[in-house]
Each structure stands twice: as C-alpha cells, then as structure tokens.
C-alpha cells in the first residue's frame, strides 16, 4: 500500500516596477541588483504536489498536459533535503494565462510550488525562507510569495541567505491598478528571461550602466510607495523598464522582444500620459505592455489598448495577495 502526502497553493504574478535583470551566482539564482514589483491578482498558478512513494521519478503536468521536469527535479531536491525524505512527487500545476510569454509565469509558478511543496513535505517555513527556496527556482519568484508591492533585496552573502524579498506595503494600503496589454497572442518566447539576462551580462555594453541605475531606483520608487506618489513611482516604473530593454537590444547580438504593436501601446500610452492620465508603462521580457494606473483611469487607459491592432486582449488587474495554501479537496 502507497502512502502520499498531497497540498495545493495559489500564488500570483507580479510584475517588477523596477527590475530584476542579471545574476551575480546563476547556480543560486542571486540577482545582480535588488528589484521592486508589485503582485497582481489577475496572473495567478494553482498547483498540487504529491510526494507519492508509489512514484519511481517526478512527474510533472502543466495546462493539462505531461511537460518536462526540466529544473523541477533539482528544485524538489532541495525541499527533499530540508525534509530528509526522498519520496519523488508529482506536480500538477495550471496557469490562468500565458505561460513563457513574458508574463512571469515563473514567478508565479515557483512561488506556489514553494507553499505547496514544503506543506506537503511536512515542513513549516516562515515567509523568508519560502522566498529563499522560491528563488532558487526563479529569482523573480521570491517576490510572489508576498502580496502588494515587495522589494527583493540582492544580498551580499555567497550563501544567498540574505537574499529574499520582504512586503514594503501591504495590497490594500494604496490600491492601484495594472493594464496588461497582451500582444501576439500569449505566443511563448523565442528566448528565454534567463537566456536573455546572461547573454545581456555577457555582451551588452549598456549592462554595467544598467546595474548603475538600480539602486536609485529602488529609493526613489520606495518612497513613492510610501508617500503614494503614482507620478513618482510611475516615472521609475518606465525609465526602469526602458533602460532594461536597452541594455538587451545593445547585447551582441541583440535581444529584442518588441513587436511592432508593442511600439503601438507605448504610442498610445505616451498619448494617454500626455491627455492628463496616470499611465506608466513597463515591460518584462517578452512583447507584452502593462500600464501602472490607478482605479479612476484605468478602464480608459483598457479601452486605448484594446482597439490597437496585434493587441490580442487586455487585463486589468489590482493588486495580489502573497502566495498562499488552498483548502483540501477531501
């Protein structure tokens, strides 16, 4: 007779305000730079792991369909060691959006992997060791195990110990909005963030000059936070992304994710910006745009988007809460 031990979790997308581009140690996921994101409740992962001890390798199944375990493997390693079991699992996760596309689907997957794992593992993690272990699957999923806007701190330790990320403020103490405008379908990249990200290190003359607008940015955006100052913030949310997609198109040879509508929402945010409306833009590593806005223009700021051409659908949503266990089935 088999013996299994079952958790489901839910974590959430977030999207980095000023952004996580580039590692100093690949091998433990530590970011080059701290980061600052906020996490949105309409990008959200579901998944259950099984360590089941009938099971003679992990299995895997995403969307519905059997996938490679890929890193998931050594990931659930780490959770095997801390627990002193080694039973393999099985990992049944599902995205309500676009996986691989540029709408860091990974963070979220990893941040709910995290929850769910341990739980079933038995483990009882505080939050800042479930964003630790999150990292070393996805360094942006250290920020989705906390709602709102969290800050990643890089970390000066070669153990990556002190490089988790913390809550800086909670998801209803200044309740705005993001606009994701999803171009080309949701297609999945053709390279991936992590790829991308080395080869930018590696190549790019603009890279260190990137690094050198990091640590600006994280004061100037936590204190907009904190003062809830959207034209602040969203002054560093663009400039931000902007300086992180110019640093990958100067990489040799060059990383380019924009496609011709992507150039059309930013036209047409830029035209909202000057009407008089909050809309910042900002992109990850992928063709997609979302617009920092607050409640009142956000719905305008949706309707600009959704009758531009290649944009095929938009999503507003608030701010999300930090990843968490699911009721059991039972």
């Known amino acids: 007779m088999t013996s ?25 996921n530590l970011p080059a730079a701290s980061s600052l994101s906020l996490t949105l409740d309409a990008l959200r992962t579901t998944t259950t792991v099984t360590f089941d001890d009938g099971l003679t390798g992990d299995e895997f199944e995403l969307d519905g369909q059997a996938a490679a375990t890929g890193r998931l493997g050594p990931w659930l390693d780490l959770v095997r060691k801390r627990a002193d079991i080694t039973t393999f699992a099985r990992v049944v996760s599902e995205n309500n959006f676009p996986t691989a596309s540029g709408l860091a689907s990974s963070a979220a997957a990893f941040a709910a992997l995290a929850v769910a794992a341990t739980e079933a593992a038995g483990l009882s993690l505080g939050r800042t060791e479930l964003s630790e272990l999150a990292r070393r699957g996805s360094g942006s999923a250290a920020r989705s195990i906390f709602g709102g806007f969290a800050l990643m701190h890089r970390g000066e330790r070669c153990d990556g110990t002190d490089c988790v990320a913390e809550e800086l403020l909670a998801r209803d103490e200044w309740p705005l909005r993001m606009v994701i405008a999803v171009v080309g379908g949701g297609k999945k990249k053709s390279v991936s963030s992590r790829d991308a990200m080395d080869h930018c290190a590696e190549t790019s003359p603009l890279y260190q000059a990137w690094i050198g607008c990091v640590a600006k940015d994280i004061d100037d955006a936590s204190s907009a936070i904190m003062s809830r ?102």
């Open 229 to 330: 100052d959207l034209s602040a913030l969203g002054a560093v949310t663009q400039g931000s992304a902007m300086a992180m997609h110019a640093a990958a198109m100067a990489s040799r040879p060059p990383v380019r994710y924009w496609q011709p509508s992507t150039l059309r929402c930013l036209d047409a945010v830029e035209a909202l910006q000057e009407s008089g409306l909050h809309a910042y833009p900002t992109m990850d590593a992928g063709p997609h745009v979302k617009v920092l806005t607050n409640e009142e223009h956000c719905e305008e700021v949706a309707t600009g988007l959704r009758q531009l051409e290649g944009v095929s659908g938009v999503i507003i949503s608030h701010a999300g809460p930090g990843a968490h266990l699911l009721p059991s089935a039972e």
């Open 4 to 28: 299994t031990k079952s958790a489901t979790a839910q974590a959430c997308a977030n999207i980095a305000l000023v952004k996580y581009w580039g590692k100093r140690d690949s091998a433990l």
